[in-house]
């Protein structure tokens, strides 16, 4: 099992930069895949990027790419979701997801992910 701490939201002008970070619990994160999520109000949770459990495969939604890079520290059982470029659009609520799985497969629907973080708050003002 692991548990996952997000953290690095908070308040950033249209066209900016932050950095959020999501620490995992346990000695096993490196077998497992992560992804990036955020749900803004009223509407449905929804896939932001995904990285596979060795850092070598990214996969982005249509609307963050080349705007958001998502990394990872085995080391450090850190996952990164580097965001520039900041629209208004992207505020929400940003959750980090881990799912055990080993491979390049990309997984980008809420149901395939079983550990969910707590969400950190990301406000664009325009």
């Known amino acids: 099992q692991v548990q996952l701490v997000e953290s690095g939201g908070g308040l950033v002008q249209a066209g900016g930069s932050l950095r959020l970070s999501c620490a995992a619990s346990g000695r096993t994160f490196s077998s497992y895949t992560m992804g990036w999520f955020r749900q803004a109000p009223g509407k449905e949770r929804e896939f932001v990027a995904t990285?596979?459990?060795?850092?070598?495969?990214?996969y982005y939604t249509d609307s963050v790419k080349g705007r958001f890079t998502i990394s990872r520290d085995n080391a450090k059982n850190t996952v990164y979701l580097q965001m520039n470029s900041l629209k208004p659009e992207d505020a929400a609520v940003y959750y980090c997801?881990?799912?055990?799985?080993?491979?390049?497969?990309?997984?980008?629907?809420?149901?395939?992910?079983?550990?969910w973080g707590q969400g950190t708050q990301v406000t664009v003002s325009s």
């Open positions: 997801a881990a799912v055990q799985a080993y491979g390049s497969l990309y997984y980008t629907q809420v149901y395939e992910y079983h550990y």
């Open positions: 990285i596979n459990w060795s850092g070598g495969s990214t």
